[in-house]
């Protein structure tokens, strides 16, 4: 083995986990566009906002998306002008959709807790203003009802995962994305007095808890936590309701917790 590449070694194998890499500045910048655009990915942004949300000068932000767009990572539409995730971008999330790499460090969890609970695990991820299902473990004693499947995206604070997920952010986050998605909320019959309430009670007792609020007669508890690498992700076990009374559902959010910190050796929300 030659020494450059025993140095190349070395350096991967002793690099500090969350260390920034020096030299990388454009990399990072063109990858906080691509994520404030797959936050946006259904209205879109405009230059103007893209340059808002990251500090960018204009022409650097202009620079890096026509870089997006000539490799197909980016599109703007040609009457609107907002930018939006491109076909290439798009190809990229597809190719992990049957195993996303997280999947692979949670599934020894997630088995573990179908075989305790008896119950069905979802592995969800925040995805913008919403949550998508990576993963669902089915115990001995699954629901045929449940209408949440790997790769459906589902609005944050209405399911177990995704209302934990939200406990984790700060109130001036759950009021905007409550703003920016007002209409889809009252489809489900939330108003932001009871979400901040469910955001509350979800805090005070360590786990999420919902109540038909996406099927009738099926009821949940869910606690997110942070993976090795910083990232945030949510766990949430799914029941009938007549499983899932509220001595066990208290119950359940201790498994769940005790798991996640076992798993991942930080203390989930």
């Known amino acids: 083995m030659s020494k450059a590449i025993k140095g190349v070694r070395q350096t991967e194998e002793t690099r500090e986990p969350g260390a920034?890499?020096?030299?990388?500045?454009?990399?990072?910048?063109?990858?906080?566009?691509?994520?404030?655009?797959?936050?946006?990915?259904?209205?879109g942004l405009t230059l103007a906002e893209l340059v808002e949300a990251t500090g960018l000068e204009r022409p650097t932000a202009y620079r890096l998306l026509c870089c997006l767009e000539e490799e197909r990572f980016a599109e703007r539409h040609p009457a609107s002008k907002r930018y939006r995730l491109g076909l290439d971008a798009l190809q990229l999330g597809a190719a992990v959709h049957d195993k996303a790499p997280v999947v692979d460090l949670v599934l020894p969890a997630m088995k573990r807790l179908a075989r305790l609970s008896g119950d069905t695990v979802f592995l969800v991820?925040?995805?913008?203003?919403?949550?998508?299902?990576?993963?669902?473990?089915?115990?001995?004693?699954?629901?045929?009802?449940?209408?949440?499947?790997?790769?459906?995206?589902?609005?944050?604070?209405?399911?177990?995962?995704?209302?934990?997920?939200?406990?984790?952010?700060r109130d001036d986050a759950i009021r905007e994305v409550f703003k920016r998605r007002a209409a889809l909320y009252a489809e489900h019959g939330m108003?932001?007095?009871?979400?901040?309430?469910?955001?509350?009670?979800?805090?005070?007792?360590?786990?999420?808890?919902?109540?038909?609020?996406?099927?009738?007669?099926?009821s949940g508890v869910g606690c997110a936590f942070s993976l090795p690498y910083g990232a945030e992700a949510a766990i949430s076990l799914?029941?009938?309701?007549?499983?899932?009374?509220?001595?066990?559902?208290?119950?359940?959010?201790?498994?769940?917790?005790?798991?996640?910190?076992?798993?991942?050796?930080?203390?989930?929300?």
Do not use: W, Y
Not at 20 to 33: D, F, P, S, W, Y
Not at 138 to 167: D, K, N, S, W
Not at 191 to 217: C, M, P, Q, W, Y
């Open 191 to 218: 108003t932001l007095a009871k979400l901040n309430s469910a955001v509350e009670r979800a805090r005070k007792k360590g786990f999420a808890e919902i109540v038909d609020s996406i099927t009738v007669g099926v």
């Open 20 to 43: 920034r890499t020096a030299g990388a500045q454009t990399l990072r910048r063109g990858l906080q566009l691509l994520r404030l655009m797959a936050d946006r990915q259904e209205e």
């Open 125 to 169: 991820v925040q995805q913008g203003d919403f949550t998508v299902c990576l993963h669902r473990e089915e115990g001995p004693f699954p629901v045929r009802i449940f209408t949440t499947v790997p790769q459906q995206r589902r609005l944050l604070g209405i399911g177990a995962g995704g209302l934990a997920l939200m406990a984790k952010m």
């Open 238 to 269: 799914g029941a009938i309701s007549s499983r899932m009374h509220p001595g066990r559902r208290v119950e359940l959010g201790r498994l769940l917790r005790e798991e996640l910190g076992q798993a991942f050796g930080n203390e989930p929300a």
